[in-house]
């Protein structure tokens, strides 16, 4: 690497991994020989990809406790291949209990669906969020304060997340055998750390409207 600031950061990645490995070598509980065998996960993570909202630190979960997907403000599009693998497989293989929306207040992803600004190809995936904005206009408006609009538009959209994961047919699916399936919505303040639970939980298809309900 002819970049000198390049290569330092690059450096720092390989360190950071030698310390790790200092740190597995000195744990003698067995749990990283445990873990190299394999996974079972009772929690599935969906967040946002930003970089100040990790699962683990987050709910003190250990390495081989959480199982992750993330993407730009923590969405669930049915035609999204990567989100409906992960699903199946947490739900389907890892048999995970609790499936988590994870979404936090100041998102960027959020704030940029609420402008007229173009930023890209990531536009067509905003417009995602710009339909949730769409189901609650009249509410968001009324809010002045612009970052307040943001971050109520930011819950609106976990709960809409929260809707659309549970109207999936691997959820609904898998409810049909099994009454310890949870899907719940959250929302993170990066500035205190808390995670709060946003009230939506569902844990079977009764309450998701007829057109929606498998039977
Ligand atoms: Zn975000």
Request: aromatic letters at 8%; a negative charge.
């Amino acid at each position: 690497m002819g970049n000198k600031e390049l290569e330092l950061g690059f450096e720092k990645i390989l360190q950071g991994n030698r310390e790790w490995v200092d740190f597995v070598k000195k744990d003698e509980s067995g749990r990283f020989q445990q873990l190299a065998k394999g996974q079972s996960p009772e929690v599935l993570w969906i967040g946002c990809a930003d970089s100040r909202v990790p699962a683990n630190e987050i709910t003190g979960k250990k390495p081989g406790e959480v199982f992750v997907h993330r993407n730009i403000a923590n969405m669930v599009i049915h035609s999204d291949m990567s989100m409906l693998s992960v699903l199946d497989y947490a739900v389907n293989v890892l048999k995970v209990k609790h499936v988590i929306i994870a979404g936090h207040y100041g998102c960027g992803g959020v704030a940029a669906s609420l402008s007229r600004q173009q930023f890209g190809v990531i536009d067509n995936w905003l417009c995602h969020i710009k339909d949730v904005y769409r189901l609650h206009a009249a509410e968001i408006d009324a809010i002045e304060n612009h970052e307040d609009k943001v971050n109520r538009l930011i819950e609106l959209n976990v709960k809409e997340q929260v809707f659309n994961l549970c109207t999936t047919s691997i959820v609904q699916n898998a409810w049909k055998d099994r009454d310890d399936l949870a899907i719940h919505g959250m929302v993170i303040n990066i500035g205190t750390g808390e995670l709060t639970d946003l009230g939506c939980t569902f844990t079977n298809n009764e309450d998701l409207g007829e057109v929606f309900a498998y039977k």
